[in-house]
């Protein structure tokens, strides 16, 4: 196993995960409900709607983002160190276990459910991801100098 020593190691990047995906819930629940909310108020009262919506709602879509990037990021954790190996079916699998561990108050069968949808998603995710990157790396992809047919030509 090669490891990567430039990274955190697992209980920082578990805290920076959690936070970053609070950060990005709280600011993009802020935006959608800030939105909403002034769709949704009589005229002369937009902008106090608006305040309402974000205070009600922004910091609940913040902190279930947080929990969902947190046990992803732990279950992330867990499959590295038992699989001893850093590749994209990581990720699917720490999906599975999130999807599942989420919706467990709903039975057997949402759980079972939202653990091959989460699953699914990651391996988009994931799957787009590698394909980007190959197509990224064939643009700089070193190409072999043409000679020329009459080289002396050139010298003189």
């Known amino acids: 196993m090669s490891a990567d020593h ?26 959608w409900h800030g ?43 867990a499959v590295k160190g038992v699989r001893r190996t850093e590749d994209p079916f990581n990720a699917i699998i720490a999906g599975f276990f999130t999807g599942g561990a989420l919706a467990l108050r709903g039975g057997w069968k949402h759980t079972r459910n939202s653990a091959i949808t989460c699953a699914c998603v990651l391996a988009v995710f994931e799957g787009v991801g590698i394909a980007m990157q190959r197509w990224m790396a064939y643009g ?11 080289p002396q030509a050139l010298a003189a």
């Open 140 to 150: 700089a992809k070193p190409v072999q100098p043409q000679i020329p047919e009459n």
């Open 6 to 31: 430039s990274r955190d190691p697992c209980p920082i990047v578990i805290l920076s995960d959690f936070g970053g995906a609070f950060s990005m819930g709280a600011i993009g629940g802020t935006i």
């Open 35 to 77: 939105i909403k909310g002034f769709r949704n108020s009589p005229i002369g009262e937009r902008r106090v709607g608006a305040l309402s919506a974000i205070k009600v709602r922004a910091p609940t879509v913040g902190g279930n983002f947080g929990v969902w990037g947190g046990l992803f990021s732990t279950f992330d954790c």
